[in-house]
């Protein structure tokens, strides 16, 4: 009995705290979302904000259980978990069920369950407990190169389900191992990467390589001429060109039409208010109209007559902006940065590389759904069907966001002891 009240006696108080608000907060805004004049109450099992009070409830019980399990055993176990999800994401590219065209979900009478949503922490787990043995060495190519295994295999899985933006999610930790001392060219060839991806489908692929050809023939005259180097330059005229070409060929023949459409409105190519821009635009109308302070509670007229799409998952901050208006959203960015910060300051005080680690990996993850999410809403990110953690309308999401907490609330609560 005196080992379990110590064990709650140091967990991180603000962590829970920030969890408990963001889970209820969530709650309330998927219960005026949907809400429903003939099942009023909000504990009305029939309806959806009934049914995640059940997943509320039972995320409070995984996360006790994770408490109360001894700190060891998720390092220890790391790799089995990580290799059972994987087998989950395989088993489910036969037997899973098809929603919104992504085959990612397992039916079992009335249940639904997204492996992809689980193999989130579970790879988060395997990169930790991978990045903190005693015999990794980041100067050596086998330690460079197994860390991107890890991250690759599930998202290639996942990518198979036609669920890209849940596989977009492992791109986030990366800064996980720039963080253990991954070269910062690395970093910067990755954003490179992206940059040129975007300048491609921005503009006609020959301009963008002429522009590249001046930038680089403007970066000799700042070196030494010699051949070695010169040769290197034109190395990466010669990459980058075929790199720009690839995206269009990709862009033109590997990706679905709602894809491409998709891409081309966010970045402003197309204006299709009726089609793949129509989420966007209704959520940006049902944000707008909050104003200042709000419609008020369970007055938002564009979600509670469905103007807006997927309101009560995906684009639940939509039902934020306009019941709660500027100081609402204000209120939940707040909390969601506070709850990101607080993790990072954790993660720091850490004594055992694992749990610092893995407590980058959490931040990572959270706060790229958390970008990504809220973009969404407002037309700054494409629409790629990621839920805002501890908001959104689902039991697999809020399972897999309280595992991955609580999993390192409970390595700091025994930071004094791991090393």
């Known amino acids: ?192 990467i992206a940059i040129l991806a975007i300048m491609a489908l921005l503009f006609n692929q020959y301009i963008v390589i002429a522009v590249i050809a001046v930038l680089l023939l403007g970066f000799t005259f700042f070196i030494r001429r010699t051949w070695q180097n010169i040769l290197k330059v034109i190395g990466i005229f010669v990459v980058a060109s075929l790199f720009v070409l690839s995206v269009e060929y990709a862009f033109q023949n590997i990706l679905e039409p709602h894809q491409k459409t998709r891409i081309n409105v966010v970045l402003g190519k197309q204006i299709d208010l009726k089609g793949a821009g129509y989420n966007v635009n209704q959520s940006k109308i049902a944000i707008g109209s909050g104003g200042f302070w709000g419609k008020g509670f369970l007055k938002g007229t564009q979600t509670k007559f469905n103007f807006v799409p997927e309101q009560s998952t995906d684009f639940i901050f939509c039902t934020v902006g306009e019941e709660w208006g500027f100081v609402g959203t204000t209120i939940v960015i707040l909390l969601f940065l506070a709850l990101i910060t607080r993790i990072i300051m954790v993660a720091e005080r850490q004594r055992s590389e694992f749990s610092r680690i893995y407590g980058y990996g959490v931040a990572s993850i959270l706060f790229f759904h958390f970008f990504v999410n809220v973009g969404m809403t407002i037309g700054l990110m494409p629409v790629i069907g990621i839920p805002l953690p501890f908001f959104s309308y689902g039991g697999s999401s809020l399972w897999a966001f309280t595992i991955l907490l609580f999993i390192f609330i409970k390595q700091d609560s025994n930071r004094l002891i791991l090393v």
């Open 1 to 192: 009995m005196k080992e379990q009240k110590g064990i709650f006696r140091h967990i991180d108080r603000t962590l829970v705290l920030l969890y408990l608000v963001l889970v209820l907060m969530g709650w309330v805004s998927i219960y005026a979302a949907v809400y429903n004049d003939e099942h009023a109450s909000i504990f009305d099992l029939s309806q959806s904000y009934g049914k995640q009070l059940l997943w509320i409830i039972t995320s409070f019980v995984i996360a006790l259980m994770i408490i109360l399990t001894d700190a060891k055993f998720f390092n220890a176990f790391a790799y089995p978990i990580y290799i059972g999800t994987i087998l989950l994401l395989i088993v489910v590219l036969f037997l899973g069920n098809v929603t919104s065209g992504a085959r990612s979900w397992f039916e079992i009478g009335g249940f639904k369950l997204q492996p992809a949503e689980f193999a989130k922490f579970a790879t988060t787990l395997a990169l930790a407990h991978y990045l903190s043995a005693l015999d990794f060495d980041n100067k050596k190519r086998k330690s460079q190169l197994i860390p991107w295994i890890i991250l690759t295999i599930p998202a290639a899985l996942i990518i198979l389900q036609n669920d890209t933006g849940s596989a977009m999610v492992y791109a986030s930790l990366t800064l996980v191992l720039y963080r253990q001392g991954m070269p910062g060219s690395i970093l910067l060839f990755g954003v490179t």
